[in-house]
């Protein structure tokens, strides 16, 4: 069974730095990519980073520069995202995504707030 759990969000001040984690139940390369979204308050659900299944990355526009995505393959099958120089725009529930064979998967988001 495929799952996906977030972890590592958690309340910081504004520019200040977190990391939340995304585990994977199975090894992390039979995603096509991983890719980190997050939904504020209200707003939809928006597009953050993705990797690849090569390590290539790309951000949305307001995170270049202070997002990073990462990966650990076998046995860890964990993607990270780090955030530095945070603001409090980027307070949101952070969920990971990951599609194997046409099928997404979600977890189940992990909060992030970020106070001025």
């Known amino acids: 069974q495929v799952q996906l759990v977030e972890s590592g969000g958690g309340l910081v001040q504004a520019g200040g730095s977190l990391t939340p984690s995304c585990s994977a139940s199975?090894?992390?390369?039979?995603?096509?990519?991983m890719v980190w979204y997050r939904q504020a308050p209200g707003k939809k659900r928006e597009f953050v980073a993705r990797?690849?299944?090569?390590?290539?990355?790309?951000y949305e526009e307001s995170g270049k520069g202070r997002f990073t995505s990462s990966r650990e393959g076998q046995p860890k099958n964990i993607v990270y995202l780090h955030m530095s120089g945070m603001k409090p725009e980027d307070t949101a529930v952070y969920y990971c995504?990951?599609?194997?064979?046409?099928?997404?998967?979600w977890g189940q988001g992990t909060q992030v707030t970020v106070s001025s």
């Open positions: 199975v090894n992390i390369f039979e995603f096509n990519g």
């Open positions: 990797i690849n299944v090569g390590g290539k990355t790309n």
């Open positions: 995504n990951g599609n194997i064979l046409s099928r997404d998967y």
